[in-house]
C-alpha cells in the first residue's frame, strides 16, 4: 500500500506545529545520515554483563512451564514456526529480508528509502519484521538456561551472527521503524541474561565488536528518530523500555548514562500520557494493553537489575494497568476484543500454551500483590519468576486501590455488565481512540460483547490485518465491522488512512450501573450511551442485563432525520445459527455440554446472515492477527429516526433446555 499525496496532506493536517517541526528535523537528519558513512562505535574495553539473574531462579521454574518451553524450542530448532498465520519452515537458516506469504524480498538500500508501507515493493512487512523481534531467539535462550542444552544457545549464537552480518546498521527494511529497534534491543539484554551459564555468551556480546556496534547503533537511531506527537503511543514506549534496558544493561558506552537517563524519562513521561488514570490503556486496543504493561515490566526490572532508581509515578502506572486489567477480564481471564490487535509482546519467553494475560496478573501479584477480588490464576509462566527475581517487590506503592471489582471506567467509557451463567458484557462508550490520528482505534462507538462462560457469543471480530489488504483493513475497522449501529452505509468516525482517523465520534455514557462482581437474583445491571458520528443525527443505546431471566436487552433509537439503518450483530465462530425472520436460535458446545440461546431481534428490519463473504468482506472472525475464519453475522436492514426505536434481546437458556 503506497501513500498518496492526498494521505500525506491528511496526515500533516493532524499535527501540531511543534510536531511539524519535530519531523521536519527528522527528515532533515535522515538526508545527512544518507551523505555520510555511519560512524563506527566508541572503542570500550573491560566490558562485561553483570544483570545476571539471582542464583537459584531457573532452578526453581515450575516443570510444566518448562516442558512447554522446551516443545516450543525444539520446534524452532527444527526450523519451524508460525507468525501471523503463516506457517515457517525455513527457520533453520533464515532469509532475513524475506516474506513467505508474498514471496516478496525487501530491497537493499538506504533504510529511510525501503517503502516499507508498500506490499508489492516489500512483501507483508509484519512477516519480514516479526522474526527479527528476536522474540523467538529469547524462548532458545530461556531453554538453553533452563536445560543447559548447548544445541539451543549455539542456535542463537548462528542467528544473532547471521542477523547482525546481513543487517548492517542503516541498510534495509530492519531500520526503518523504532519500535522493532526497541523491542530487538529487549530481546538482546533477555538473551545475553539467559545464555550467562554458556561459555561463548561474552564472546558473542561484549568481546564481540560487531554485537556492540550493532547495540550502539540501535541505541544512536533510538535517540535520534523517536516516535512524536500525533504518533507518541504504545511505538514511543517501546523505543524508551529498549533504549533503557539496553543502557543498563549493556553500559558499556561513554553515552550510555544519558542514554539511561533520557530513556527513563520518556519511559515515564509516555507510560503516563498512554495510560487513562482508570489504568485501561488511552488506545482503547486491549492487546496495545498488554504489550505496554510487559515492556512497562520489563523495564523496571533493568532498573532494578542495574540499581537504577525510577520515578515513583512509573511502578504506580504499571500497578494501576494490573489491576484494571484484573478487574476487565471475564471468567476464562480473556480481557476485552477491543481496537487493533496484532499479537505484539515485549518480552517472550515462554512455550506455546502459556496463557499471556494469566501470567500478567501472576506477575503483578509477585510484584503489586493480588486484591481479594482479582481472578484466580492457576496456570503457569516463565517470565513471572525471571522477572519478579529481578524487580523489588512494590505492594501497592502508596497508591489506593478498588476495594472491589471496578465495573465501571469513566475516563475510557468502558462498562461491564456481569450476570449469572458467567454472562460478561461490554459496552462503549467511550473516546474513539488515543491523539488526534487514534491510529489503532476502530469505529466502534456503543459497540457491544457478549460472552457466556468465556465463549464469545456477540463478538468483536478482531482485526487480521494492517498492511497490503486495504478492502479487509476498512473492513475490521468499519462501524458494520462492529456490534452497533450504522447509518446510510458509513462509518460513525471518518477514516483517512489505515492508521489515520480524520473525524472522531465523541461518545458520552449517561447510565452506568454494572453492579459490581455482577447482578443476581432479581437485579438489573444497565448502561446508556450516545455519539454524535454521524452528522445532523444522534444515536442512543440502552443495555441492560436481568440477572433472573439471564437476558440482555439492547435498545437503540436515532434521533434526527429519517436515514437508512443497518444493525449488525457478529457471532463468535463457535455459534451456529438458525435465523427465521425476526429470531435467531443460537448453539454451541462447550467442554462437551451443549448450550444455547435464543436472540430475538426487532421486527421493524429486514434481517439477512451473513457468513464468510468477501467482495465485500462480511461474516468473519480474527483470532488472531494474520488469521480469519467465517462466522456468522447478522445484519438487520431498514429506516430509522424520530422517536421509533429497535429493541433486540438476548436470553440465555438453561443448559437443560439446549
Known amino acids: ?24 528535523g527528522d527528515a532533515l537528519r535522515r538526508w545527512r545520515w544518507r551523505t555520510v558513512r555511519p ?4 572503542q570500550v574495553t573491560g566490558a562485561r554483563f553483570t544483570a545476571v539473574l539471582p542464583a537459584g531462579t531457573v532452578a526453581a521454574l515450575p ?50 528509502d525501503v517503502p516499507y508501507r508498500d506490499e508489492a515493493a516489500v512483501g507483508d512487512i509484519k512477516q519480514i519484521w516479526e522474526p527479527s523481534r528476536h522474540q523467538y531467539l529469547t524462548v532458545l535462550a530461556a531453554a538453553y538456561a533452563a536445560t543447559g542444552d548447548v544445541r ?7 542467528h544473532l551472527r547471521s542477523w547482525w552480518a546481513a543487517n548492517t546498521p542503516l541498510r534495509g527494511v530492519h531500520w526503518t521503524s523504532g519500535i522493532e529497534l526497541g523491542i530487538r534491543l529487549l530481546s538482546w539484554v533477555w538473551i545475553r541474561r539467559l545464555l550467562d551459564g554458556w561459555p561463548g555468551a561474552a564472546a558473542l556480546f561484549e568481546d564481540n565488536p560487531v554485537a556492540r556496534g550493532q547495540i550502539w547503533h540501535h541505541q544512536r537511531w533510538l535517540a535520534a528518530f523517536p516516535s512524536r506527537g500525533s504518533s ?45 488514570p482508570s489504568g485501561l490503556n488511552r488506545e482503547l486496543a486491549t492487546e496495545y494493553h498488554g504489550l505496554v504493561l510487559e515492556l512497562g515490566l520489563a523495564a523496571l526490572a533493568e532498573a532494578d537489575a542495574a540499581g537504577v532508581p525510577v520515578p515513583a509515578s512509573l511502578p504506580r502506572v504499571l500497578l494501576r494497568m494490573t489491576d484494571a486489567l484484573a478487574a476487565v477480564v471475564d471468567n476464562r481471564l480473556r480481557p476485552p476484543r477491543q481496537g487493533d490487535a496484532d499479537d505484539g509482546h515485549g518480552l517472550v519467553v515462554d512455550g506455546a500454551g502459556t496463557d499471556r494475560w494469566g501470567s500478567l496478573l501472576a506477575t503483578g501479584d509477585a510484584v503489586f500483590g493480588r486484591l481479594a477480588w482479582w481472578p484466580t490464576v492457576t496456570g503457569t509462566d516463565l517470565r513471572t519468576p525471571l522477572l519478579a527475581a529481578l524487580i523489588r517487590p512494590r505492594p ?50 456503543l459497540s457491544v460483547e457478549v460472552r457466556h462462560d468465556g465463549v464469545d457469543v456477540l463478538a468483536d471480530p478482531g482485526t487480521y490485518c494492517y498492511h497490503g489488504q486495504p478492502a479487509w483493513r476498512r473492513y475490521f475497522r468499519s462501524t458494520l465491522g462492529h456490534n452497533t449501529l450504522s447509518l446510510d452505509d458509513g462509518d460513525q468516525s471518518a477514516s483517512g488512512g489505515p492508521f489515520l482517523w480524520t473525524r472522531h465520534a465523541r461518545s458520552r455514557v449517561l447510565v452506568a450501573e454494572p453492579a459490581g462482581e455482577g447482578v443476581a437474583g432479581e437485579g438489573v445491571a444497565r448502561w446508556c450511551a450516545e455519539h454524535d458520528g454521524y452528522p445532523g443525527s444522534v444515536h442512543r443505546r440502552r443495555v441492560e442485563l436481568t440477572g ?61 446472515a451473513h457468513r464468510g463473504e468477501s467482495d465485500p468482506p462480511l461474516g468473519w472472525y480474527s483470532a488472531g492477527f494474520g488469521r480469519k475464519e467465517p462466522a456468522t453475522t447478522l445484519v438487520g436492514t431498514g429506516a430509522g429516526g424520530g422517536p421509533r426505536g429497535f429493541t433486540t434481546v438476548l436470553t440465555f437458556r438453561d443448559r437443560g433446555d439446549a
Not at 560512524?39 to 566508541?42: E, G, L, Q, Y
Not at 507468525?83 to 533504510?111: E, H, I, K, S
Not at 437503540?556 to 457478529?570: K, M, N, Q, S, Y
Open 232 to 276: 507518541a503511543n504504545n511505538h514511543a514506549v517501546a523505543e524508551a523500555a529498549g533504549q533503557f534496558a539496553a543502557a543498563c544493561a549493556f553500559g558499556w558506552f561513554p553515552d550510555s548514562a544519558r542514554l539511561r537517563a533520557d530513556a527513563l524519562r520518556s519511559l515515564d513521561r509516555h507510560l503516563r500520557a498512554n495510560t487513562f
Open 1 to 24: 500500500m503506497t501513500m498518496s499525496a492526498g494521505w500525506y496532506l491528511r496526515r500533516l493536517s493532524r499535527m501540531g506545529p511543534r510536531e511539524v517541526g519535530g519531523r521536519a
Open 152 to 158: 539451543y544457545a549455539e542456535r542463537v549464537a548462528a
Open 396 to 445: 501497592s506503592e502508596g497508591a489506593a486501590r478498588a476495594a472491589t471489582r471496578p465495573g465501571h471506567f469513566a475516563d475510557a467509557g468502558l462498562t461491564l455488565l456481569r450476570g449469572p451463567g458467567e454472562i460478561w458484557c461490554r459496552c462503549d462508550g467511550g473516546p474513539h481512540g488515543f491523539l488526534s490520528i487514534a491510529a489503532h482505534a476502530h469505529a466502534d462507538a
Open 548 to 608: 433472573a431471566t439471564e437476558e440482555v436487552t439492547i435498545h437503540d433509537e436515532v434521533r434526527g432525520p429519517r436515514r437508512t439503518v443497518r444493525l449488525a450483530f457478529h457471532l463468535g465462530p463457535a455459534i451456529t445459527a438458525d435465523l427465521a425472520g425476526d429470531r435467531a436460535v443460537l448453539t454451541w458446545t462447550l467442554d462437551g455440554e451443549d448450550r444455547s440461546a435464543v436472540l430475538d431481534l426487532p421486527a421493524g428490519l429486514e434481517w439477512r
Open 63 to 112: 516443570p510444566d512451564a518448562v516442558k512447554r518451553l522446551t516443545a516450543e524450542a525444539d520446534r524452532l530448532l527444527a526450523g519451524r514456526a508460525e507468525w501471523f498465520g503463516v506457517v515457517r519452515d525455513d527457520l533453520a537458516d533464515p532469509d532475513w529480508c524475506r516474506d513467505p506469504r508474498t514471496g516478496r524480498r525487501a530491497p537493499w538500500g538506504y533504510a529511510f
Open 39 to 42: 560512524p563506527d562505535a566508541p
